[in-house]
C-alpha cells in the first residue's frame, strides 16, 4: 500500500530560523509532489508542486525538493515568520494510484513560528 | 475569481436523514475528488470523476454516492449518515492530466449524532 509519512508530526522554532519540513513516501514511481498549507478552519492552500522530472521548486520564501530514488522530499522554509505557523501537508500522485490522479497525503507537520 | 465552493460549510444533523453537500467550481476543470480529513487519519479520497457522467470509488466510497452531471458541480451524498461519518470534508478539481495542481474548497464540517 502506497504510503506518505511526515516528519516531525508538530514542531515550533523561534522566528527567524530556516527550517526542514520532511515528507518520505513508499513507491518512487509517483507523478508528482504537491505540498500544502492549512490554516486552522480553512482548506488546504497549494505551495508547491514538483513534477517527477524535476528536483526543486522554489517561491519566495519556500524551496522544495524530490528525491525519487530515496523516496524524499523536503520543504525549506527560510527565515520563518510567525504567519508560516500552519500545519504543512505533502501529498503524492501515485503513478498506480487507484484514485487516479488522486492525492495520497501525509498527515502533516504541525508548525509553530514562535514570535 | 478561481474558487472551489462547498455548501454547507456546518453541519450538525442525526443519523439516518439524507443530506446533500455540495461542491462547485468555476475553472472549468475536468477533474473533481472528495476527501474526507479525520484526526490521526490524514486525508482520504471519498469518491472522484474524471469528467461529466465518469466516476469512480476512491479508498473510503462506502456509506456515500455522488454525481457529475454537470462540468461543475460535483455533490457528494450521504444517504443514511451514521455517526462514523463525522469529519471535516473536503472537494477539490484540477485539470486532467498527471501534474495539475489540485485546488481544494474550505471543506464542510459534519456532525452526524
Known amino acids: 500500500k502506497q504510503e506518505v509519512t511526515q516528519i516531525p508530526a508538530a514542531l515550533s522554532v523561534p522566528e527567524g530560523e530556516n527550517l526542514v519540513l520532511n515528507c518520505s513516501f513508499t513507491?518512487?514511481?509517483?507523478?508528482?509532489l504537491q505540498w500544502f498549507r492549512q490554516d486552522p478552519g480553512k482548506g488546504l492552500t497549494s505551495l508547491l508542486l514538483?513534477?517527477?522530472?524535476?528536483r526543486e521548486q522554489t517561491s519566495g520564501r519556500l524551496n522544495a525538493s524530490l528525491d525519487k530514488s530515496s523516496g524524499r522530499s523536503t520543504l525549506y522554509i527560510a527565515a520563518s515568520q510567525p504567519g508560516d505557523s500552519a500545519t504543512y501537508l505533502c501529498?503524492?500522485?501515485?503513478?498506480?494510484?487507484?484514485?487516479?490522479?488522486?492525492?495520497?497525503f501525509g498527515k502533516g507537520t504541525h508548525l509553530i513560528i514562535q514570535p | 475569481e478561481a474558487q472551489v465552493t462547498q455548501n454547507p460549510r456546518y453541519l450538525i444533523t442525526v443519523t439516518g436523514k439524507k443530506l446533500t453537500v455540495t461542491c462547485s467550481q468555476n475553472?472549468?476543470?475536468?477533474?473533481m475528488s472528495w476527501y474526507r480529513q479525520d484526526p490521526g487519519l490524514g486525508l482520504r479520497q471519498i469518491y472522484y470523476?474524471?469528467?461529466?457522467?465518469?466516476?469512480d470509488k476512491g479508498d473510503v466510497p462506502e456509506g456515500y454516492k455522488v454525481s457529475r452531471k454537470e462540468k461543475r458541480n460535483f455533490p457528494l451524498i450521504l444517504e443514511s449518515p451514521s455517526p462514523n461519518q463525522t469529519s471535516l470534508y473536503f472537494c477539490?478539481?484540477?485539470?486532467?492530466?498527471?501534474?495539475?495542481?489540485?485546488?481544494f474548497g474550505d471543506g464542510t464540517r459534519l456532525s452526524i449524532l
Open positions: 513507491d518512487s514511481a509517483i507523478y508528482n
Open positions: 477539490a478539481s484540477s485539470r486532467r492530466g498527471s501534474g495539475q495542481p489540485q485546488h
Open positions: 514538483i513534477q517527477s522530472s524535476q
Open positions: 501529498a503524492a500522485e501515485f503513478t498506480s494510484g487507484g484514485g487516479a490522479d488522486g492525492l495520497t
Open positions: 475553472m472549468n476543470h475536468e477533474y
Open positions: 470523476s474524471m469528467n461529466v457522467e465518469v466516476t
